[in-house]
């Protein structure tokens, strides 16, 4: 059973930078493309990022790009984004997932495994 475990949330101010991290208990993990999702209160969870299994394919929402940034260390089997410039609007909980493929769709349906989440809160 694939494990996703996401850190590094908290609490910043708006214009300041928080990284996330997500860590993947598998002997395969450069088998799976990774997304990161965030849901607000009342709010659908919504796409935010997705890297191939190679890294070498990133995808942006419109609402994050220019200001998130989307890596991946296959050697020690994490996945990390990048947020700076933040804004009130990227308040949220931040859920990582993974998809048994190389390609990086972003959507909720092309990922099968999903972490917990990580609270963001973006407020002055």
């Known amino acids: 059973q694939l494990q996703l475990v996401e850190s590094g949330g908290g609490l910043v101010q708006p214009g300041g930078s928080l990284r996330l991290s997500c860590a993947v208990s598998?002997?395969?993990?450069?088998?799976?493309?990774i997304g990161w999702f965030r849901q607000a209160p009342g709010k659908e969870r919504e796409g935010v990022s997705c890297?191939?299994?190679?890294?070498?394919?990133?995808r942006y929402a419109d609402y994050v790009k220019g200001r998130f940034t989307i890596t991946r260390d296959n050697a020690k089997n994490t996945v990390y984004l990048q947020m700076n410039s933040q804004k009130t609007g990227d308040t949220a909980v931040y859920y990582c997932?993974?998809?048994?493929?190389?390609?990086?769709?972003?959507?909720?349906?092309?990922?099968?495994?999903w972490g917990q989440g990580t609270q963001v809160t973006v407020s002055s």
């Open positions: 598998s002997f395969t993990f450069d088998y799976y493309a």
């Open positions: 890297i191939s299994s190679s890294g070498g394919s990133t």
């Open positions: 997932a993974a998809a048994q493929t190389n390609s990086c769709v972003l959507s909720l349906a092309h990922f099968r495994y």
